[in-house]
Each structure stands twice: as C-alpha cells, then as structure tokens.
C-alpha cells in the first residue's frame, strides 16, 4: 500500500518491487511516497502512474512521467522488467513448483525431482491462473512449508518453460519447448509421423498440445494465442489432423474454419489421401453444403474413392487371424473394383450420394458417372423425364400421337367461333 498525502493506494508488491527500484524498505508493507516527489505532483498523477506501471500506457504529461519515473526509480519498460523478473524468480522466487510423474509419490526421487523444478513469484501465478491461485491459497493456509506439487501428466515438464515465459510476459514462445523432453514417442512412430509430414516437434502439434494445458490452468489468454498459431498452420493439407482434433474436444472456431478450407477446394482434396481419414458423418456435413467447390464429377469420384477404402477397411477387419497380415490377405494383395460388392459398397456411399446433383454431372458419359449407374449407387436424373416430355409436346411433332391435347385444342377453337358470333 502507498501513502501519498491524505490518500492510500494499492498495488500489488511483486509490481512495485520489480518496477520501482527506489522505494524505500517497509516491515509492514506500507510505503509512503511524499518525501520522494515534487510538490507539484497531485493525486491525479500518481493514479495514472500507477497504471502506467501495468500497462505501459500514459495519458498525460511526458515531463510527469518522467520525474515520477525518476523520482522512483523506473528505468526499463514493462517488458524489459518482466523478463527481468522471469529471471530472478527462478533463484529467488517464493513458489517452488515441482512436477512428478506420479503426484501420489510426491517425494520419491531427489534426482527426479530436481529436474522438474522451478520458482516462480506466487503473486503473479495466482493473479495470472484461479486454478494455481487456489492451490497457492491451501497452501499457504497450512502450517507446513513445502513446494507445490504437480502430475507430469497434467503439466508436462517440456511446457514448463513456455507457460513460464508466458505469466511473466504475456507471449507465446513454442521455440522453447524442449525437443528432448517434449511428448514421448517411439522412434519408429515419430518416424511416421515425421513422413506423414505430423512432426511432433511442429509449432502445429506443440500448440495443439499446448492449448489443453492452457484450459486446465484457466489461461484464457495463452488458450488465445495458441488456436492462433494452429489457424496460421491452417492449410489443405492440415486441415484434417486439425478438424479431427478440434471435434475431439480442441476448438469449436478452428473446426468450422477447417471444414470451410476443405470445402473451399474439395475438387484437390477428393484426390488426395488425407479423404480416408474423414468418418462418413463429416464427408456427409461437408457435401451438403452449399457452397462446395468442386464439380459433380470430382465429387462422385471422390466419394468412390472414399467408399472403395472404407469397403476395404471393412474387410480387413473380418479377416480370420490366420489369413491377416499375410501375402493372402486383403491389405497385401489388394482388391480390384471389378471385384468389390457392389451391395456393400451401395450401402456404404449412399448417405454421401444422395448429395450428388446427378442432372449437373458433366459430361454425363463420364465413365464415373455410367459406373455408378451400372452399380445403382446413382439414379438417373428427373430432368431427362423432364427433356422427354419436352420432345413430346415440340411443335415439330405431329399431335396425333397425344389425342387427348389435339380434342382439347378443337374444343376451345370451337368455344372462341361461339363467342366471337
């Protein structure tokens, strides 16, 4: 708490200790500030140094704000002091955060314990997460002075750093991730991942990680800042590890922006492999939509393609063991499209086909398009009734063969003579 005249306010003392290095020592954490500053220097002007302390914002006078920094001994800007606090918290700071990879044990190795520890300042984590605050609070309500102690699983220790660098200073930085220490991983599965172009060690994946860590701790701002990086990510062909995630509890928004990727060129993404990974009720919300941007066509073949896979899968499963993963298998040998059921295959596109405009299907000779009409997967369209009907009733067709439109024509050629006499 600050004296200033007739007049107390209060910040908070983490703030005051790091920013202003000429405050006088105080045992019982009120500090009077008049023999420090000018006559001229009103209340008014303390309240918006005092904001200028967390913000970095003034609104006034510069010459004020620089006798009040000068007076109190504010030299670098509130970034510069953050970093500078990240710093010297983690020699001096009052909270000591442990992580352990079984919370149950909490004392269990020194070495490992060790590895995983850091110091932070407890007035900024509390301010900063209500869910650290809560656990900072029944600690210090106990008698006992001992460290906080987390599950590995909850915090990883390779996101320490970057959640660290994040309280202090309000920025994402994934560069700080530890490799080493980041998900663990076979070397044969990362291998794959590496491949398939899915690097663990991707600012995709690490902020896809990162983001369920943020909404544990309540931190809003760096949950934020994450589904940034993942939108800047955002591409065709990341769009399904992304929309996959975002459906399995990740985000709302960057689900909807990754259906509108792939919707927005459909024509690309039928002909590529990542259309296997897509369940059959995300292909069927993604062809219902209005503005998809592909052909007829492209998206008959596309869902083809998909249901040939999806019949293939299918018939890997119901394979005995004795037949799996030998040269007589289905995955090994492969399967022709002369040799699929076209019953099961009917059955397995028919929720996607019906999406198909079958009158707009161009060339309507499309070798795809007579396939799918040989197999029963496509009907033919109403608009070529509609053509029949038209070639009927041409002038240039002779109207004995419709004697019902021929005695109706007389019939009002006779009622007009009746009339007009």
């Not at 991707?202 to 896809?208: E, V």
């Not at 070639?391 to 004995?400: G, I, Y």
């Amino acid at each position: 708490m600050f004296n200033f005249k007739d007049y107390s306010l209060r910040v908070h003392c983490f703030l005051a200790r790091v920013r202003l290095a000429l405050l006088p020592h105080s045992s019982n954490g009120i500090v009077s500030i008049d023999s420090l500053l000018s006559p001229l220097v009103n209340i008014s002007h303390i309240e918006k140094f005092f904001h200028w302390l967390y913000t970095d914002d003034w609104n006034g006078d510069e010459a004020v704000l620089s006798q009040l920094r000068s007076c109190l001994g504010s030299v670098y800007n509130l970034e510069e002091d953050l970093l500078r606090a990240e710093h010297l918290a983690s020699q001096y700071g009052d909270l000591e955060i442990i992580l352990v990879r079984d919370a149950g044990d909490a004392i269990e190795s020194t070495t490992a314990l060790s590895e995983a520890s850091i110091r932070l300042d407890s007035s900024l984590v509390a301010s900063r997460s209500s869910v650290l605050s809560r656990l900072i609070k029944k600690k210090e309500n106990s008698e006992e002075r001992f460290p906080l102690v987390l599950d590995e699983s909850l915090l990883p220790r390779a996101f320490l750093p970057v959640i660290t660098h994040f309280l202090y200073t309000d920025k994402l930085d994934l560069n700080l991730v530890s490799s080493s220490r980041a998900v663990c991983t076979s070397s044969l599965s990362e291998a794959r991942a590496i491949i398939a172009g899915h690097s663990p060690h991707s600012y995709l994946h690490r902020a896809a990680h990162l983001v369920h860590i943020a909404r544990f701790l309540s931190l809003n701002r760096l949950t934020q800042l994450c589904e940034d990086v993942l939108l800047s990510e955002l591409s065709l062909s990341t769009s399904v590890p992304l929309l996959l995630w975002s459906m399995d509890g990740g985000s709302n928004w960057l689900a909807r922006l990754a259906k509108a990727t792939i919707i927005k060129d459909f024509g690309r993404f039928a002909n590529s492999p990542d259309l296997f990974a897509l369940s059959s009720p995300i292909m069927e919300e993604l062809l219902s939509s209005q503005f998809i941007q592909a052909t007829e066509v492209d998206i008959l073949e596309g869902i083809l393609r998909w249901g040939e896979h999806e019949l293939l899968k299918r018939l890997e499963a119901s394979e005995p063991n004795v037949v799996a993963d030998t040269v007589h298998s289905v995955s090994r040998r492969g399967i022709k499209r002369s040799e699929m059921d076209s019953r099961q295959l009917r059955n397995i596109v028919c929720p996607l086909s019906s999406h198909i405009r079958v009158d707009y299907c161009l060339p309507p000779f499309h070798q795809s398009v007579e396939w799918a009409y040989q197999k029963g997967i496509l009907d033919r369209g109403s608009l070529r009734d509609l053509i029949v009907v038209c070639e009927l009733l041409s002038p240039s067709k002779d109207f004995s063969i419709l004697p019902s439109i021929s005695d109706s024509l007389t019939t009002g050629e006779s009622l007009l003579d009746s009339v007009t006499m």
